[in-house]
C-alpha cells in the first residue's frame, strides 16, 4: 500500500532564517505531487504540483520554492522565512486515480 | 477556474442530532467534487467523492452527500453524528481532466456537544 510522510512535523524557526521540508511518497511510482499551505483558521492554498522529476508548477508568487530531486520526494525550500509563512504545510500525492491523499503535515511557526 | 464556498465556519450540533455541511461550487467545466475530514493537527482524511454516476455517494463514518448539478451543490450529510466527529470538513473540487489540483473551501468546524 501507499504511504506519505512528512518531516519535521513541527518547526519553529526566526525571521530571515532557510526552511527546507520534505514529502516523500512510498509505494507507487510516477505519482503527481502537490504542496499545500493551510494558514490559521484558512482553507488550503495550493502551493505547487509537480507531474515529474524536475518538472514544478508554482500556483502563487511567494519567497517559497519546490523542487523534485527524485520521483517520489518533494521538497519545499526558502531563503528567507517570513512571519506570513507560518502555517500548516501538507503534501499530497495522486496516482493513475483521481483522488488526493494527504500526509501528516508540518506545524510552521516563524517567529 | 473553480471556486468553492462553505457557508458555515462552525456547526454547534448535539450528539445523535443529524448534520449537514454545506458546500456550492462554481465552475466552467466539469469537476469532481470531494468532501475531506482533518483531526486536529492531522492530514486530511478522505471522506467520500463524486466522479460521476449516481448523485447520492456513501462514504466512511457514516457520512454521505449528494450532487445537485442544478444547485451545483454537494452537501454533506449524517443521521446521527458521534463526539469523535468533532473536526474540521472541508469540500473540495478539481477539473475532471489535467492536473487535478485541488480548490477547497474554506472549511466548517463541527463540533459535536454531549
Known amino acids: 500500500s501507499q504511504t506519505i510522510h512528512q518531516w519535521p512535523a513541527t518547526l519553529v524557526q526566526p525571521v530571515g532564517s532557510p526552511l527546507s521540508l520534505e514529502c516523500t511518497v512510498e509505494g507507487t511510482s510516477n505519482p503527481n505531487l502537490y504542496w499545500y499551505r493551510q494558514a490559521a483558521g484558512r482553507g488550503l492554498q495550493l502551493l505547487f504540483y509537480?507531474?515529474?522529476?524536475?518538472?514544478i508548477s508554482s500556483e502563487v508568487p511567494q519567497n517559497l520554492s519546490a523542487s523534485r530531486p527524485q520521483d517520489r520526494q518533494f521538497i519545499l525550500s526558502s531563503k528567507k522565512l517570513l512571519l506570513s509563512d507560518s502555517g500548516f504545510y501538507l503534501c499530497?500525492?495522486?496516482?493513475?486515480?483521481?483522488?488526493?491523499?494527504f500526509g501528516p503535515g508540518t506545524r510552521l511557526t516563524v517567529l | 477556474a473553480q471556486s468553492v464556498t462553505q457557508l458555515d465556519s462552525q456547526v454547534p450540533v448535539f450528539e445523535e442530532a443529524p448534520v449537514e455541511l454545506r458546500c456550492n461550487y462554481s465552475?466552467?467545466?466539469?469537476?469532481?467534487l470531494f468532501w475531506y475530514v482533518q483531526y486536529p493537527n492531522q492530514g486530511l482524511q478522505l471522506l467520500l467523492k463524486y466522479l460521476s454516476g449516481s448523485t447520492l455517494v456513501k462514504g466512511i463514518n457514516g457520512f454521505e452527500a449528494e450532487f445537485n448539478k442544478s444547485q451545483t451543490s454537494f452537501h454533506l450529510r449524517k443521521p446521527s453524528v458521534h463526539i469523535s466527529d468533532t473536526a474540521e470538513y472541508f469540500c473540495?473540487?478539481?477539473?475532471?481532466?489535467?492536473?487535478?489540483?485541488?480548490?477547497f473551501g474554506s472549511g466548517t468546524r463541527l463540533q459535536v456537544q454531549p
Open positions: 499530497a500525492w495522486t496516482g493513475r486515480g483521481d483522488t488526493q491523499y
Open positions: 465552475s466552467s467545466v466539469s469537476v469532481y
Open positions: 509537480s507531474v515529474g522529476i524536475g518538472q
Open positions: 473540495a473540487v478539481c477539473r475532471d481532466t489535467g492536473r487535478r489540483a485541488l480548490t
